[in-house]
């Protein structure tokens, strides 16, 4: 330990830093080693003083430098004449001309439609959306920033959980994070079992969680559990597998908890002491037998006994909790029923368990004085469906299935402006049923969007793109969970300049000063972070000589009146309880308890169509090479993934004449997209699973091919519209389609 956190020798300079976005990931914050000679970055490597990596990086970070100076960033702010979406008649504009036409539009829509006509969209939790949403509200004076997944479907159904059945930030496995000896502190205890559910996360490192450390846990002694239907590497070392047809998680969660309270193995003092509601939730899980569970899941009773059996009485033991819970239509249910497991066997803020947290101060003063400055009235007109109240009680934001509709149908008020933050929701990412939104987006009158290169998004629908700069080359702070669960904070670096690219923050701050100088009087990104620092007494200076800050921890808080505002003892809920009987869905019109519900479309649930489209589809599985639609165009990257690939089992594939490297069409009543076969064994039989975010910055940028944006475009055969009554969850991971083979990717 000890090395500074910027060494120089000889004209080469080695600097410490942590890792954001862009290029895209979640807040993990990785430790970098940056070398840069005369200003160039020449090489980057892991940094072993990095408390939570240790040295290692994934290839994304290990090839930063491809996309650092790669041909095709854009180096100056570009403009198009709205006339001309979808042309590539692009022209550079300095940054000031590009400020004098937002600062031109946004008046023009605000006097001509209202502020609520102009709408702020982000993408995944990249650095940009900690500002953007602040940003609408107080600098374009708008009440409609959302993240653009039908039904709010990454993060939102599981912290929608963590806030009213738990009260606890966002539960993450305990994987010693907090603590600079990590897994040798004494406090803490390695979990006997991880439950993986829905997740991968050696390739995803989704939210702030270094997935690596289950490899790191493995090694000292942690099974797994995993319920997955496809056979991840997690999954092959796993000691119980549970591979279940797509879309029927909460069925799953409920028998195991049929389980565990049957065979009385729950950890009943905590049950006594910090839960509610549980008389409720074991006559409910009555109804979910194990027989019942493998009926619709597919997964053997015997399977669900066993891994229930082990999961309870190994202590401790985690639960790791992915995407695929908030991508099913009852997300907010499977992922209760997840959650309830977890309780009732007494796994919360105890050392090798599932812990909790509350929010972080970073930034938390500054987005509520943002959210405040827009006032009651523009707040009052945020497009939310009125059956959505749960949503609207809960984030505060735009749904953006509702944003959709208002496009669509220019009520109660058009939609005229949007501003893209680090979104590319057209390349069969975040949107599902894309070309509805290509339309909508079509009517505005004018669009900016700020990026690293040039996407099918902006190039399809965009007036003003405003170059951004790298994550090596600007100043900011990672801090994993966004807040939620935050073990550290990290300092990102700007060790080089490239073209006339800017900040993100960089950019919203002079815009913000243009727009709203009272609300944005910061002058540099710096002062704004200083400034946000402030509850930790810190300055970015500081945390720069330290590199990463790791932050305070306490077990068991629920019992030191640490979890609540009040400083009593308990859970942040309406009851102060774990609540396994929910106080507060019944008013969403919600049922309080988790119960089971089959995918909208299903074998089950529309046997007529499946006749048609016998297949059961899951997209999106992350690959190690990819962040959604970026990287297509990094070689080390691409050599990995070069093409979209949909895995089939043997079997499935047989049944329709395909074979290993088949190109093929997936199609259903929404669309069509055509992806290369993987013929796997790593898949049940009867599912396929197809990738998502796939685009071809080879081909030709402009209308109507738009980098073959429509040819493998998975979210057209994703629904909208289909989410839950809390508004939250959608199809994203369970739907239907038909396979059949074609003789290229123009098929
Ligand atoms: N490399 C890389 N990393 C990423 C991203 C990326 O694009 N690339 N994206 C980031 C984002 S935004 C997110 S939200 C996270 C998500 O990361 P994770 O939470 O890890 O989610 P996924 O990788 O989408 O899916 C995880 C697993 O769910 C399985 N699965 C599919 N359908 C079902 C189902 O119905 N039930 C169950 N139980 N499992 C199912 C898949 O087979 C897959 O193995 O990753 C983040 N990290
Ligand atoms: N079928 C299917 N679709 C899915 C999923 C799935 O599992 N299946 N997963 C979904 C999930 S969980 C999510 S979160 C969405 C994500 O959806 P998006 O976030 O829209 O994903 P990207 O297409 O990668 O768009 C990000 C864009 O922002 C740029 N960018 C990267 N970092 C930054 C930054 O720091 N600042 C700025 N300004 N720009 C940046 C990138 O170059 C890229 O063009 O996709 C969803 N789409
Ligand atoms: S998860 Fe991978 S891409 Fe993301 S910061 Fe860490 S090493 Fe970099
Ligand atoms: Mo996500």
Redesign the pocket.
Known sequence: MGEKWREESNGVVVTRACA??????HPVGCGLKLTTVDGELTKVEGDPEHPITQGRLCPRCLSLKEIVYHKDRILHPLVRDPKDRGKDTWEEISWDDALDLIEMHVNHVKEEWGPESIIGL????????EYCFGFTYSALGSPNAT???SGY???GPRTAVADYIVGGGYPELDYAAFFPDRYDDPRYEVPKYIMVWGKNPLYSNGDGLFGHAVIDLMKRGTKLIVIDPRVTWLAAHAEYFLQLRPGTDAIVALAMLNVIINEEIYDHEFVENWCYGFEDLRERVQEYPPERAEDVSWVPRDIIISAARAFANSKPSSILWG??L??AKNATQGAYAVMSIGAICGYFDVPGGITLATPSPYLGKWQSNALQSLGPELWAKRAVDPEWDGFRMTFASAHPDSLLRYGERETPYPLRMCW??????L??????EPSRWYNVLMKMEFNV?????M?P??MAVCDLF?P?N??VEHVGVAYPHFGNNTHMLGAIEDVVTVGNCKS?LEILLWAGHRLNPEMWPWRTPQEFVDDALEPFNMTYKDLQERVTVQQEFHYKKYEKGLLRPDGEPGFNTATGFVELKSTIYPNFGEDALPYYEEPVFSPISMPELAEKYPLIL?????SIAM????HRQMPSLRAINPNPVVEINPDTAAEYGIEEGDWVALENQYGRCVEKAHVTKGILPGVVH????WWFPEQEAAAPNLFGLWKSD??S??PNDHTAIMGLGAN??STLCSVAKVDSLEG
């Open positions: 954001w976005s862009p290029p895209g990931c982000q993408g995944t939790g990249r650095e940009v959306n993240f653009t997944m479907s990454c993060y995407l695929a908030d991508t893209f933050f680090g979104t590319n929701p390349a069969a990412t975040a949107y599902a969007v700020q990026d690293i290169v996407t998004t902006a405003l951004i790298t994550t993100d899951t997209t999106g599985a992350r962040f959604h639609s970026e197809a990738q998502h975010g998975v979210n055969l994703i994203y991971k």
